[in-house]
């Protein structure tokens, strides 16, 4: 599994709470993503970092904000979570060269009452 | 929006059966990736496509890209209980770094 790891694997937040989770992986691999996934949505691209500092915005943004500042470690977090933000929560590192294959996290499951 | 669509969105077939699932892009892809997701578990890579017009076999699983390199299948031949799950296609557009992922079939097998 490339040496990823998700924190949290469970949470339960009230709305209007602020939420950190946290990806860390062992391999130094460059590029990191966070994924939602949602019924009927299939995984949807929240925030990507191509490098220490580096990051830019995917499909679903809004709400979301990352950071990186050290390669091993990519942090999401909802400042304000919202209800539509529950949610199975992915991290994931890419692979550089021939062979770009993504290895995931187990998954965080977010929920906000 | 998502720029990889993916159909059908969820297939049942008797175990047996053959299964395919298509992905498509409106523009031209550097490369295409396929994912499965078991139920309750990650998405697990499973190939990449380069080639215009490749085909791989895995078993009993064949994976094609277009000529154009805007579309792939995959396609399961003799369906079992253990190829249930879902099925991701997933695409880098014009290099930006970005991993986008279909929709998803999601394979359900009568015993």
């Known amino acids: 599994d490339a040496g990823i790891t998700q924190s949290p694997r469970h949470k339960v937040t009230e709305t209007g709470t602020p939420v950190t989770l946290r990806c860390h992986q062992t391999?130094?691999?460059?590029?990191m993503y966070w994924y939602r996934q949602d019924p009927g949505h299939g995984l949807r691209l929240i925030h990507y970092?191509?490098?220490?500092?580096?990051?830019d915005k995917g499909e679903v943004s809004d709400g979301y904000s990352v950071s990186r500042s050290k390669t091993e470690d990519f942090l999401l977090t909802l400042e304000s979570a919202t209800s539509s933000q529950t949610s199975v929560y992915f991290c994931?590192?890419?692979?550089?060269?021939?062979?770009?294959?993504?290895?995931f996290g187990q998954g965080t499951r977010l929920t906000v009452v | 929006g998502q720029q990889v669509m993916q159909i059908p969105q969820y297939q049942h077939v008797q175990e047996g059966e053959d299964f395919t699932t298509y992905c498509n892009s409106s523009t031209t892809l550097s490369n295409i990736q396929w994912y499965k997701q078991r139920p309750g578990g990650h998405p697990v890579f499973l190939i990449q496509?380069?080639?215009?017009?490749e085909v791989k076999k895995q078993k009993r699983l064949t994976f094609q890209f277009g000529e154009a390199k805007k579309n792939s299948s995959l396609h399961i031949t003799a369906t079992q209980t253990t190829d249930v799950g879902t099925y991701f296609c997933a695409a880098e557009p014009s290099n930006t770094g970005k991993l986008i992922f279909g929709q998803g079939t999601t394979l359900q097998v009568k015993p």
């Open positions: 970092s191509y490098g220490v500092k580096d990051t």
């Open positions: 496509l380069v080639k215009s017009g």
């Open positions: 994931a590192i890419r692979l550089t060269g021939g062979n770009t294959e993504a290895f």
């Open positions: 391999e130094n691999h460059r590029y």
